[in-house]
């Protein structure tokens, strides 16, 4: 959550916590742009841990240009926010109510896939914290044989998402974590595998510039709570620091 209070007795413009600057480098773009010199305070509040590759910046960065268009009544689509992001670092798709394909580098939606059913996600957190502009400027090591399976599991989460198949959706995600490896490297990748397989689980993601990785579940399986307090123990016992997270559905 971000809030924006505009003060036109000064030129200063601050944001706490302090250490939010690209959320006020960005508000000072949007302020210069709408021609008002004034200052004024942002005020940012998020419970996701940052570094982890939770996309705790894009989330910081996209309300608060909403919070900063919202006083100073200015209209911030989708696009005017890609093109302010694009300028401070690469970033995901958190601007849409739905499930996107997004360049993250160049900050431009691809496509839009969808919707699924909620799932849970046991997380499990290997520790440290990546800087996601550092891990980006890092060349990516992958073949032209690579590039085409990305194709490929983009196409089946595609056909995944509109088939609503969550089953599919574990599968692409566990190929893309395997994926991953040579570029941010899971010590925990192939344990977090072995639990989600005794468990039942859909399959694994990762944070791919971060320090994360979750098992997926159903939530709408009878076995769920089950399942869950099952992987959770696993996890904890293997890696710690567990967390479990639900994700959205945009219907």
């Known amino acids: 959550m971000a809030r924006f209070e505009p003060d036109p007795a000064t030129d200063v413009l601050h944001v706490w916590p ?87 580098r160049t900050v431009r939606l691809r496509a839009v896939l969808g919707s699924l059913p909620s799932m849970a996600v046991v997380a499990a957190d290997e520790g440290g914290a990546v800087d996601t502009v550092a891990f980006n400027s890092i060349p990516k090591p992958f073949t032209a044989t690579d590039k085409r399976e990305y194709v490929r599991l983009l196409d089946r989460i595609t056909g995944a998402i509109a088939r609503r198949d969550l089953a599919e959706v574990g599968r692409v995600a566990t190929a893309s974590a395997r994926m991953n490896q040579v570029l941010r490297h899971k010590w925990s990748l192939d344990g977090m595998t072995d639990i989600c397989r005794e468990v039942g689980g859909l399959g694994v993601v990762v944070g791919h510039s971060g320090t994360t990785l979750g098992i997926l579940l159903d939530t709408a399986s009878p076995d769920c709570p089950a399942q869950l307090a099952a992987a959770a123990q696993a996890c904890q016992e293997l890696v710690g620091n567990v967390t479990v997270y639900r994700t959205l559905s945009f219907d």
Do not use: Q, W
């Open 18 to 104: 302090p250490h939010k600057k690209k959320a006020l480098a960005l508000t000072a773009m949007i302020m210069e742009d709408a021609g008002l010199p004034a200052g004024g305070l942002l005020r940012i509040h998020s419970t996701l841990p940052e570094g982890k590759g939770l996309a705790s910046s894009s989330a910081d960065l996209v309300a608060t240009a909403r919070a900063v268009a919202n006083a100073l009544d200015e209209a911030m689509p989708p696009r005017r926010i890609e093109a302010y992001l694009a300028r401070i670092e690469p970033t995901d798709g958190v601007l849409y109510s739905s499930i996107v394909a997004f360049h993250h």
